[in-house]
Structure formats: structure tokens, C-alpha cells
């Protein structure tokens, strides 16, 4: 494969301050000041002298006030850190409600389903206006939608209600004030959907039972404090750019392995036995004996790893003219989620990636053409586009088809590379991350009007769920 961006210097500008101190006479002040020179009696104007300060800044007193100033901003961070870091505490709650506004739907039961992310985002976006307003407002985090299921009256919705709060304070004391608070916003009658009071639960809930039902729901990043990670925080990029910064950071990606020869391809976790990839990373070796893949941000050492138990590759896959460039590779033991690792959304057909679409690329590959493996996971922001100007004469020249996406920049320098092969290219809908492309080719890395190839993954979603039951 490919992916090369040229280095990037940073020039740093060292900047020397240097002082000199002059004996002025009343003469020289008035210079400075006039061009008709002016004469004075010294009677009137007695000369003056002018003496140098002498010096406050010897080594011993400099070193005195340099720990000073040192042991200053260390107490100040450590009282910051004290009240901002130890005395904030998660707090995760589980809430059910009933809303009559609303008819149940059958693909409600899908969570990957447009239904079912459409109306998970309604709900979503209420909870957000009732807990960030002023009387309640800045220690809600985030809530996730997690089931929707009928009732004779409407639907009945299941989410988890995520808060910050000081230590000091219980959860039970806390639940009153989020029932108080969405009391308060049933009573005003803004909201658009229709919710019982009387059908409203607040049970509070640990981390683990959080991640747990978290672990219903697809594409969705945490951090080590099992604290959502926004889109925002991803915006560097692979090629000769910064590292991955944490753990979870893109909890689905996969380094698979041939034993005794090291990293070859990246794959995406689809479920906790299911990893999607490339059909080319197969070429030369296809018995799955001899497959591993890892799990983590670093080859060595791995998160998590295990053994892959069966390989299936694209009955119509062309290596000549890399159509259909999409395999599935199955674990022999299932991996457990954690914030370190977590499946991807698989997309249907209703997502539709606009041209200068934001999506990411990530993986272990190389960072200049045909360079070496990274043991560090890097990423990418590129953008996705359009199929016209891909299949241009001076880009492609008609070589893209309808299963592949294309992705990056014309001007080039930001790309995919050797060993990013079969890793992910990802949307965010809302915190929610799907996986939309898999890394399968291009010309060289990096180069101008030649941006990276992916196989479009929502092409293929029924041959998965053929495979898989996905």
C-alpha cells in the first residue's frame, strides 16, 4: 500500500534582550529632545552624576527566587488538582421513561438502523437542553440511548445519564436533583416529546454496570475515567504527524499478524469475534493458523490478543483491479469490551458521505513510502472525495467503481501507507463512529491527485451480515 507526507520543521526564533545603561548630562537630555542647541549656565543646571544600580540579580539571590517562583506554581497546581481532579467524580445513572408522542417502529429494535439512531439522537438532544441549562447546566456529560421498545401508549426508552459532581456529594442526593430538574422541564411543556412523570425511574449505577450497557451500543469511545471521547479530540493527522494520544482513543482498531513475520495489515473489530479487513492482506498466506491479531495502541507490547480461527475472503474479489477488496477474519476466542477495546458501527445504506466529508484513517503503517512498520497507532483526518473527480483522467483515470470511496487531499501530503492495509476509515454521527471505507490502495503515498483508495464498506453490508449474522 502507501502513505508519505513530506517533514514538517517547526523553525524556532531565539530571541536575546541585552541592556546598557549611559551617563546622561542635562546637555544630552536636551538633545535628545531639540536641534537648536541650547546653552546653560551651570549655576542654574549644577552638573549631576549619574551612578550604576547596582546589580540584584546575582547568581545566589536568581537561584533563591527561581525555587521560589518554583515551589509557588507548584502549590498552585497542586490545589488546583485537589478541587478540579480529586473532588470530581463520575456519577452514571440508568433512567426509563415512557413518551406518547411517539409510535414504536419494528427497526427500533435494530440499533444500527436509521429509525433507531434518529430517534436515539432526538432523545439524546432533549436531555442535553433539559440537564446543561443554567439551574442544572454544566456537570451533565452525555446520555446514550440504549433500548426502545414498545408500550400501548408509545415507546418506552432505556438510556444512561452520565454527570460530574463533587465527591463530597451522594448519588441519591444527586438523583433528586436531576428529578428536580427534569420536573421542573416537564412542567414548562418545550420539549418535544411527551414524557409521563410518573413513568420516570432514576436508578444509580456503577462504571462497570455503565460499560456494560454501553457495550449494546456500537461505536462509542471512552476514556481511562469511562468518560465519553468527542470528535473533537482526533484531529491530527498519520502520515509523519503526531502518535495516537490514549488508550480508546479508536478502540476498534486490530493489528493482524503473521507469526514469526510481524505486523502485515490493520483490521476493524465488527463484534467480539468478528474483525473486518482487506482481502489483499491475504495474498501470499490465507491459512488462518497462522494469523494473530492484536488489540491496542502499540504492537509491542499488545492490549489484548488472539488467535484468528477462520478467514473469508470476497468470492468476487479481483487482486488485478482490487475490486471487492473485503475480507472477514473470525477470533477463536472472543475479546471482551473495554474502553481499550470496542467494536465499530457497521453503516447502512442511508449513510451518505457529502464530498469534504471529515472522516479519519487509522493504523501501524509506514510513514514515508515503502518505509518500516510503526509500533505506535497514528491517525489522520482526510476528507472524502467525490467518485467524478477520482475517476478523472489526471487522477484515476476510471478506475474507481462503485465499491470503493475515495479519501484525502489533492494537494496530497496527508495519506494511508504501506501496512495501514485493511485498517479503518471512520464517520462520527454524533459520538457515534462508523466504520465507512477499508484501507485497499493507491498510487504511491501521499502524491498529489492521487488520494487513498478504500473499499465502501456500505456496499457491502449484506455479504457481511451473510457471513457474520452482523
Known amino acids: 500500500m502507501k502513505f508519505l507526507e513530506e517533514n514538517t520543521g517547526e523553525k524556532l526564533l531565539d530571541i536575546c534582550l541585552g541592556s546598557e545603561v549611559f551617563e546622561m548630562t542635562p546637555w544630552s537630555w536636551q538633545m535628545m529632545w531639540q536641534l537648536t542647541p541650547v546653552e546653560f549656565s551651570e ?24 525555587l521560589a517562583i518554583a515551589a509557588i506554581i507548584g502549590i498552585a497546581i497542586g490545589i488546583v488538582t485537589h478541587f478540579v481532579v480529586e ?76 454527570f460530574r459532581y463533587p465527591s463530597t456529594d451522594s448519588a441519591e442526593r444527586i438523583k433528586k436533583k436531576i428529578e428536580r430538574i427534569l420536573y421542573q422541564s416537564l412542567k414548562i411543556k418545550q420539549l418535544p416529546l411527551t414524557i409521563y412523570k410518573s413513568s420516570f425511574s432514576l436508578t444509580p449505577i456503577n462504571s462497570k454496570k455503565m460499560r456494560d450497557l454501553l457495550n449494546n ?20 493527522r498519520i502520515v509523519n504527524g503526531r502518535e495516537t494520544a490514549m488508550e480508546g482513543e479508536w478502540p476498534w482498531q486490530a ?19 468478528w474483525l473486518l479487513t482487506a482481502a ?3 495474498r501470499k498466506n490465507k491459512n488462518s493458523s497462522q494469523w494473530i491479531a492484536t488489540f491496542g495502541t ?33 477470533l477463536t476466542t472472543r475479546v471482551e469490551f473495554s474502553n481499550i477495546v470496542q467494536r465499530v458501527c457497521l453503516p447502512d445504506s442511508y449513510i451518505k458521505l457529502p464530498p469534504k466529508t471529515s472522516v479519519f484513517v487509522t493504523g501501524f503503517g509506514s510513514i514515508v513510502d515503502d ?28 478506475l474507481i467503481t462503485p465499491g470503493m470511496l475515495c479519501a484525502g487531499f489533492m494537494e496530497g501530503k496527508i495519506d494511508a501507507c504501506k501496512g495501514d492495509s485493511g485498517g479503518p ?31 465502501r464498506v456500505a456496499t457491502y453490508r449484506d455479504w457481511i451480515a451473510s457471513k457474520t449474522g452482523i
Open 298 to 330: 502499540t504492537i509491542t507490547p499488545p492490549a489484548v490478543r488472539r488467535r484468528v480461527g477462520k478467514i473469508i475472503l470476497h468470492e468476487e474479489y479481483h487482486k488485478i483491479t482490487n475490486e471487492n477488496d473485503i475480507a472477514l477474519a473470525q
Open 87 to 162: 473532588d470530581d467524580k463520575s456519577f452514571y445513572y440508568l433512567a426509563s421513561f415512557k413518551v406518547s408522542n411517539i409510535k414504536y417502529k419494528e427497526n427500533y429494535a435494530v440499533r444500527s438502523s436509521r429509525e433507531f439512531t434518529e430517534r436515539s439522537h432526538q432523545i439524546e438532544r432533549m436531555m442535553s437542553k433539559i440537564f446543561r441549562r443554567p439551574s442544572g447546566g454544566g456537570r451533565f456529560v452525555k446520555s446514550h440511548v440504549i433500548k426502545i421498545s414498545p408500550d400501548e401508549k408509545g415507546v418506552n426508552v432505556l438510556m444512561v445519564l452520565m
Open 425 to 455: 476509515l471512520v464517520y462520527d454521527n454524533h459520538d457515534i463512529w462508523y466504520i465507512v471505507g477499508i484501507v485497499s490502495w493507491g498510487q504511491s503515498c501521499a502524491l498529489p491527485k492521487k488520494p487513498g483508495v478504500y473499499t
Open 43 to 66: 549655576a542654574e543646571y549644577p552638573r549631576i552624576e549619574y551612578h550604576r544600580r547596582q546589580q540584584f540579580w546575582d547568581p545566589i539571590r536568581l537561584a533563591l527566587f527561581t
Open 255 to 273: 493489528s493482524l499478524q503473521l507469526i514469526g513475520s510481524g505486523h502485515q495489515c490493520g483490521a476493524s473489530l465488527i463484534s467480539n469475534t
Open 217 to 236: 451500543r456500537c461505536g462509542i469511545r471512552m476514556t481511562s475515567s469511562n468518560m465519553p471521547l468527542p470528535a473533537s479530540s482526533s484531529m491530527e
Open 280 to 282: 489483499h492482506c491475504f
Open 371 to 398: 518505509g518500516p512498520t510503526q509500533n505506535k497507532l497514528r491517525q489522520a483526518r482526510v476528507e472524502t472525495i467525490s467518485t467524478d473527480v477520482c475517476n478523472r483522467k489526471d487522477v484515476y483515470d476510471g
